[in-house]
């Protein structure tokens, strides 16, 4: 299957992205396979890590409370963050 274009894909996850799990690893393997096709993947999810030790295409928001804990993110479509608009 030929895609005329790359996609700009964001997986978000509520799990601390470092911290090793069945979701982040899923989400690890998704990144990997789309940027093999081309695509420019942004993974959007909150980190225990240092933003400085995370690849540069991983986007930390929010804190955490311990590793492995779940968090809620709020996204909303007014707010996009600059990485992700375009601009």
Not at 13 to 27: E, K, L, N, Q, R
Not at 45 to 64: K, Q, T, W
Request: proline share 10%.
């Amino acid at each position: 299957m030929d895609i005329p274009r790359p996609l700009r894909v964001a997986l978000v996850s509520p799990y601390d992205y470092p911290y090793p799990g069945g979701v982040t690893a899923h989400i690890s393997s998704l990144d990997q396979h789309l940027r093999a096709l081309g695509h420019q993947v942004n993974i959007i999810a909150p980190s225990s890590a240092p933003e400085d030790a995370l690849d540069h295409h991983v986007i930390r928001v929010g804190g955490h409370y311990c590793a492995g804990a779940v968090q809620r993110l709020h996204c909303s479509h007014q707010r996009v963050p600059p990485c992700l608009s375009g601009h």
